[in-house]
Structures are given as C-alpha cells and as structure tokens.
C-alpha cells in the first residue's frame, strides 16, 4: 500500500459568510492572531509528513500563492535592520512545503474543486483538508485518519457530534461499529433538516480518500445552482467500496463562522507563550469592567 503523501486544499470559495472582509482578500487569509487561515491547515499537513501540497484556487487568491512565495524584499529589510527573529518566521514559510497551485475556474461546489486536482493526485490516496477548518497543534485526528486508512485502504472521513439543530449546516453520515470498534460509513446526505437527519454526526474538513473518488465526482449530477456536492461524491464512492469514519470532539475551529472565527482568535491566542498570559490579563480586566457596568 502507497504512503499517502499528497494533500488537496480547496481554496476556491467565495467567503460569503465573511462578507464585507472577505470582498477583497481570501477567507483564507484572515488572520487567527498573526497568521493567515491557511498557513494553520498546511503545517498540519507538514506534521503529519504530508508534503505534497495542492492549492486549488480561484479568482482574486494570488495574496496565498504570494504568502507562502519567497520574499526578497522583505527578507532584504529585515537582514538590514538586524530583525532575526522576524527573519526566521518569514523564510520559514516559503518552506514549509511543496505546494502547488491549479485554478478551479469557475466555483462550482467541493466536489468540482477536488476533482481539479485529479490530474496532480494520479491513482495515489490522498488527504483533502478544507481552510475554513483549523486544528489545535495538538489534534490526533488526521494522524488517526492516516493510521485506519493504512489498516484497511479505504476512504476515511472526519466525523465529530453536533446538537441536532446544528446538523442542517453539514454534511451528515449515518455509521454502523463494526466489532473491532471500526466506523462504517452506510449514507450521507448534504445538509438535512434536523427531523430528518440520519445521525448528529457532521462531516468536517478533513477528508482521505482512494483515488475512485473521481470517478464518483464525475459520475455524480450537478445539484443546486449547478454546483457538484462532495457529499453526494462520497454517496456514490460508498456505493462501490467501504468509506470508514474517525469522531474526533475538539480541536477543530470553524473559521467561515463570525463567532468561531473570534473563538479561534482567543483561544489560540491564550495557547501562545509569548502573548498568552499577557492577554489573559486583558480578558480578565475587560470582563471585569463589563460585570462593573452592568
């Protein structure tokens, strides 16, 4: 069995959630403390030796190719003016991969943009990671993914439990427990109400797949607006070969969402040893004088 060793990032999305910011800049790009979105998903890659990394982008994304570019400029600056430390952080980021670009074209749902990357994936399995999706560094889940899908060879989703009323905002997968522990994929449905949602259990950001994925893209009929939905992909993929689940319960912030987005921001940032215990400080003098005023 292949290492797996190649990442897919859809990067193609409008960021409509995140409007007005998003009108202009990558939702990719919006910064949790000091760094952008997705420079969070690609180091998680790099953890977990997947370093074969393709971007699928779109229209007004050239600011992440330019990221994770080298500098000359920059690094010239900060060489003259002896900021070593900020020297580092910089060069670091134009190695953290091997990351590739190719272009969606026109947004036609997840399953359209994962399908861009068939010609780069070949028949090799390959993990998809999606950028409003950030982990804690230390998140199992993707290394738990890549340790069931090299027992068995097939496709693994990431599953996590969400209030019922929550699951209309995801995709949802119905499983059965095998009897050595393992989660068997039996229906997955995009989106369901919540009366008439098989499961609480939500598909998350973090996708491996077998390369018959394609196939099922392809073989799959456009949906609402025209868009291809990757939920709709893995119903067809299941049809032909087992797709296995791993629930995982935290570490995981949804960045597309206003309250998560800000969530992710303290959280991450009460992580840090450098500004952590500073900001604590502030949080507590704030929540302090709003309890003061009320």
Known sequence: MSKVTKVVIPAAGLGTRFLPATKAQPKEMLPVVDKPAIQYVIEEAIRNSLTNILVVTGRGKRSIEDHFDQSFELEQLLVESGRQNELELVRAISTLGNIHYIRQGRPLGLGHAVLAAKAHVGTEPFVTMLADDIMTEDSDLLQEMLKLHHRTGFSVLSLMEVPREQIRLYGCAEVNTAADGTLHVVSVVEKPEPSEAPSTLAIT??????????????????????????????????????????????????????????????????????????????????MAREFQES
Do not use: H
Not at 218 to 226: D, L, Q, R, V
Not at 269 to 276: K, N, Q, V, Y
């Open 205 to 286: 950001g973090r996708y491996l797949f077998t390369p018959e994925i394609f196939t099922a893209i392809e073989n799959t009929p456009s949906g609402k607006n025209g868009e291809f939905q990757l939920t709709d992909a893995i119903a067809e993929l299941s049809r032909t070969q087992p797709v296995l689940g791993v629930v995982f319960q935290r570490g995981r912030y949804d960045i597309g969402d206003k309250l998560e987005y800000l969530r992710a921001v303290v959280e991450m940032a009460l992580m840090r040893e450098d500004i952590g215990p500073a900001f604590a400080a502030e949080l507590r003098a704030i």
